[in-house]
């Protein structure tokens, strides 16, 4: 069935719900269940959760038994237990939350949590783990840490730890939420620590023994947030006063933030200040060190970074080893430990012994389709082969494909211009399926083009891999064709392409990046200039002039770069200010560096694009596909003799 946006009663209802214009809504879905629309669950969907704070539970339970089984009836259930919750309705929310198939929403999960507590039973550990891991300052979880409080349940070190945590990740509501249950005047303090760190340390702060504890807790966060700001300042009021007023696990604690955000500023003190935190720590003995996840990793990545850019191998070692069970186990972190172990084995007694253990660290990961996975197998020497491709798609496995409802909605919904609604309706659909059914979900899309759902489907096979879907080559010989004209790394260019949009020549990025290539229009604007191209802003999603202008703003980055394509592929993603000021310090090997790109979307991306590329390197002209040699020569100061970059690249 083709379905037309200008025309169709549930693309109205979405519109309809947008705007909150409730009449309209209500006809478009009566316009929509009356013609028996395949989508009608979905206006529906959107008429009652319009409304869901008017609601009762007997028109959900409705809805429920109209679209069983469907996507839509579970999304509302999600909807539907945060209402419950809001409205304090336990009976009903207990009843209802072993329904909920996705339980992927740590609100609900907060909310069931306290049911249970409700119930009498024992939550205090599932608790502690879920409101320690909120993101925001939600209602649910907020009510389940209050309940917990007053049965004495949290203690005030749980409170103060959600509040340092909050403080860390700069989420500040959620700080002053966590204060509250202290004091409202706890709460206050910490709004105006946040406003004016350096001021409030200055003039309010206080942590003598005769203080107390929350004293000592306040000022350690006045420094955290101070830290996020100015590192060597916090650093500086650290060694005046602070260090010696502050209990010792606050003290590291402190020192700790300093040394996180100056690594994330890429400031060489950044390794001392984590050894001189660890240093503090250990004068406490009846505490366990219990710094987040993410300081630790800061830790590591300043460590590969220090002495020169040789690396402080134990100092890798331990924050790994400091690291959660579930974070030591990212191959990430799995790789620098084992090249940590070759390092340290050198210089050990138990060489052998150490080395044995990094190589086995190394074939834990080796041969992933990932960047560390490839790296892990060219450190044991061995080739990274691709995987053979599994046995072809029988046309029963294809029909049953093609005859599952959910994946013909969410390429309806797509089709209607419904894209978030049609990825979610399609990824739901997709739990549960056997690495066949993944890759004949995967056919369907790649053969509507699809590439995004196609791509994102077929990763997602655990034991069978079908590289032909994973890392298709739409606008092949346009791609070929433009980068031998420009002379370009073709796999590069298509490595890149599928990091940015999954070869979706339609998509427009939140912050205003379209086409092929996500360009901005700025960027597309002097690209044109550039090579005299006639071009109007509509042109931007017109694959082959996107194709035409992207790549020619990627030759200017990789020339601005000297030709690496790890710094070309940051610049790419975060402008090319920011490398430029990232490729200052001490030259160090470029897994290193992009190890330490500062923000973690610009990280992730640049490791997939290189791994992207070694493996378009495979699939296009049949290379073996090596990734240590595309990451080029060490990454540091531009040569002073090299030709200054342009000015006003974009």
């Known amino acids: 069935m083709i379905l037309h946006a200008q025309t169709d009663p549930v693309a109205d209802a979405r519109e309809a719900f947008r705007k909150k214009d409730r009449n309209r809504l209500a006809a478009d879905r009566a316009a929509a269940i009356a013609s028996q629309h395949p989508l009608a669950m979905w206006a529906d969907y959107w008429e009652l959760s319009n409304r869901i704070n008017e609601a009762a539970q007997t028109e959900v339970d409705a809805f429920y038994a109209r ?23 336990w009976e009903h929310f207990a009843t209802d939350f072993p329904r909920f198939r996705m339980n992927d929403d740590r609100e609900v999960t907060c909310y069931a949590l306290l049911t249970n507590h409700l119930a009498g039973k024992d939550v205090a550990d599932a608790s502690r783990a879920a409101w320690l891991g909120q993101r925001d ?22 409170v103060w730890r959600k509040t340092r945590l909050s403080i860390e ?25 946040s406003d004016s760190p350096a001021k409030f340390i200055t003039r309010k702060a206080s942590a003598s023994a005769a203080d107390g504890r929350a004293n000592a807790e306040i000022a350690t966060l006045a420094l955290m947030r101070m830290a996020s700001s100015d590192p060597d300042a916090a650093a500086g009021a650290l060694v005046d006063r602070w260090e010696r007023s502050l209990p010792p696990d606050l003290a590291s604690w402190a020192w700790a933030s300093v040394a996180k955000q100056a690594a994330m500023k890429l400031l060489p003190a950044a390794a001392d200040h984590y050894q001189h935190a660890a240093l503090i720590f250990a004068k406490d003995k009846n505490r366990e060190l219990d710094w987040p996840d993410d300081t630790m990793a800061w830790k590591a990545r300043a460590a590969l970074r220090a002495n020169n850019g040789k690396g402080r ?6 924050a790994i080893d400091a690291m959660s069970p579930d974070e030591q186990r990212d191959a990430t972190w799995v790789y620098w430990k084992a090249r940590g172990l070759q390092a340290l084995s050198r210089d050990s007694q138990n060489s052998e012994s150490m080395r044995e253990q990094s190589r086995q660290m190394f074939a834990s990961i080796a041969g992933q389709l990932s960047f560390y996975g490839a790296l892990a197998s060219e450190a044991l020497n061995q080739p990274f082969a691709l995987p053979q491709r599994p046995a072809p798609l029988t046309s029963a496995e294809r029909a049953e494909a093609a005859a599952t409802p959910g994946l013909a909605r969410g390429l309806q919904l797509v089709s209607l211009g419904l894209r978030d609604e049609g990825r979610r309706e ?23 083009q699809d590439w995004q759902l196609c791509i994102n489907t077929s990763e997602r ?14 606008y092949r010989d346009e791609i070929v064709a433009r980068s031998k004209e420009l002379d370009l790394d073709a796999p590069f260019v298509m490595g890149l392409i599928r990091q940015e949009t999954r070869f979706m020549a339609t998509l427009r990025s939140y912050v205003g990046a379209s086409g092929l290539m996500q360009l901005m229009p700025a960027t597309a604007k002097w690209t044109a200039k550039k090579y005299g191209v006639a071009y109007s802003p509509d042109m931007i999603t017109d694959p082959s002039t996107n194709l035409r202008l992207g790549t020619g703003y990627l030759r200017h980055v990789l020339d601005a770069f000297e030709g690496s394509q790890a ?15 990232w490729r200052e310090g001490p030259f160090i090997e470029t897994s290193a560096w992009a190890e330490n790109i500062p923000f973690p979307e610009t990280r992730d991306y640049v490791k997939k694009v290189l791994s992207n590329a070694s493996i378009y390197a495979a699939v296009l002209n049949g290379e073996e596909p090596v990734l240590r040699t595309r990451l080029g020569r060490s990454i540091g100061p531009r040569d002073a003799n090299a030709p200054a970059p342009e000015k006003d690249l974009p």
Not at 567 to 581: Q, W
Request: include cysteine; charged fraction near 25%.
């Open 67 to 89: 679209w069983r089984n469907t996507y839509v009836e579970d999304r509302l259930r999600n909807d539907w237990l945060l209402e419950l919750g809001h409205r304090r309705d």
């Open 461 to 474: 096979t655990k034991a069978e891999i079908d590289i032909a879907q994973r890392y298709p080559t739409p």
């Open 169 to 193: 990740a700069g989420r500040l509501r959620a700080a002053r939420q966590a204060a509250a249950l202290i004091s409202l005047s706890t709460a206050s303090m910490v709004q105006d620590l």
């Open 313 to 318: 191998w134990q100092q890798v070692m331990q």
């Open 567 to 581: 710094m070309a592929a940051a610049a790419y993603n975060a402008g090319p200010g920011r490398p430029r000021r």
């Open 137 to 158: 300052a939600d209602e649910g979880c907020a009510l389940l840490a209050a309940t917990l409080v007053d049965a004495k349940v949290f203690d005030s070190d749980d």
């Open 426 to 448: 399609w990824n739901y659909t997709l739990r549960g399926m056997s690495d066949r059914q993944l890759l004949a979900a995967a056919q369907i899309a790649c053969d509507a």
